[in-house]
């Protein structure tokens, strides 16, 4: 074991202020990429969680995160079943509306814009989610039915068996989901009979997005290729992953949110660099004695130079330990609140190399207390 980590084990107090500085420093970055990332989860997971292995988009439409939803020639969804590998092809449809609760007990209605989700609710299908229990599906079998995330209830003012206005028309809410949040908007899920009902599906010989799913899950990117190339400019298919990672880019991408998570780097970066160097400093300084004697026997500047340096990189891998603790606490508390939060692994790469940055900074900085620990001090 190295001087530097034993110094680090033994007196662990000295150093708590500078790993607790780290960790905060990467909590306040990851925890906004976790709750941002989960907004994208909470309103994509109708599609993330289908039996989908490959989805179909307008050629030019990147992401489906501020995209408008785009529409494709209904005439594409025969086509596709060309390649020998497509088993199905279902269309993702939606819309929105207004939705009006009906309020008992003399309470003030709640009136907001929905989104509308739709799934097909044959067993197994395509673009039914794979945690969709079988009473959810066969409650969205009956005419008008909804079901609802249960965050969203209190949202839309309903509860389990209550009726609501959606466009005028009654619908029933008839299940409770856990897992699917919108935080932009509130959303209800109906079959695609109901959106039928409704009047609510595509016309004019345009469709939603498409959902395929393949023979063999683990050939969905060359059946992609496949599809791409006979595509032209008609649509562009993505596998499922990689659209979910496109989703990811394009919220990250928005501007303001930019803005938050560069200012939180910039916070971060200067709090990490203050508090752990400061503490580096400090605890130096109450050991200045011991580095006197290190000195007295013949060791010399720059060895105590890379003690100093390795006992830094010690404090941020704590700090980094810290910080998967802490984070991992922030995402127990989100999804127990129905928030999912996600992290992705660039964005960990670089917050772990920030905090690694910091505390080499701080390091660095903590240095120039060694010229203190002059040998002649040990005689007074």
Do not use: C
């Not at 009654?170 to 009047?199: C, E, F, K």
């Not at 400061?278 to 060791?299: D, N, P, W, Y």
């Amino acid at each position: 074991m190295s001087l530097a980590l034993a110094t680090l084990l033994y007196e662990w107090r000295r150093y708590t202020a500078a790993v607790v500085a780290l960790a905060f420093s990467g909590l306040l970055i990851l925890a906004q990429v976790g709750m941002f990332t989960g907004i994208v989860k909470g309103a994509t997971a109708t599609i993330d969680r289908s039996r989908a292995d490959i989805m179909i988009l307008p050629k030019k439409m990147e992401s489906l995160i501020n995209s408008g939803g785009g529409s494709l020639p209904a005439r594409l969804q025969p086509q596709l079943y060309m390649n020998p590998e497509v088993l199905e092809v279902a269309s993702f449809d939606g819309d929105g509306g207004r939705w009006v609760n009906h309020p008992k007990d003399g309470k003030k209605a709640v009136t907001t814009y929905i989104n509308i989700n739709m799934v097909d609710t044959r067993p197994g299908a395509v673009n039914l989610p794979v945690d969709f229990t079988d009473e959810i599906r066969t409650a969205l079998l009956e005419p008008y039915s909804v079901v609802i995330d249960e965050t969203q209830l209190k949202r839309l003012g309903v509860k389990l068996g209550d009726d609501a206005s959606l466009n005028g028309r009654t619908v029933h809410v008839r299940g409770v989901l856990q897992g699917y949040p919108d935080i932009n908007n509130a959303s209800v899920t109906m079959s695609r009979d109901t959106l039928r009902l409704m009047g609510m599906l595509a016309h004019n010989g345009k469709t939603g997005p498409l959902m395929v799913r393949i023979r063999d899950p683990r050939q969905a990117e060359a059946v992609r290729d496949q599809l791409n190339r006979t595509a032209g400019d008609s649509y562009r298919a993505w596998t499922r992953q990689e659209l979910a990672d496109a989703n990811q880019r394009a919220i990250m991408s928005e501007q303001i949110i930019g803005i938050f998570l560069g200012f939180s780097v910039f916070l971060g970066f200067l709090i990490g660099v203050g508090i752990t160097s400061q503490t580096l400093r400090g605890a130096i300084l109450s050991s200045i004695k011991e580095f006197a004697s290190l000195r007295a026997l013949g060791v010399g500047m720059g060895s105590l130079r890379i003690i100093v340096m390795e006992l830094s990189f010690w404090v941020g891998i704590a700090g980094l330990i810290a910080t998967a603790l802490f984070t991992y606490g922030v995402y127990l508390l989100a999804t127990h609140g129905g928030l999912p939060m996600g992290f992705p692994l660039p964005w960990v790469i670089g917050v772990s190399i920030l905090l690694l940055v910091i505390s080499g900074a701080s390091g660095l900085l903590a240095l120039g207390i060694l010229k203190k620990s002059q040998p002649a001090d040990l005689l007074r």
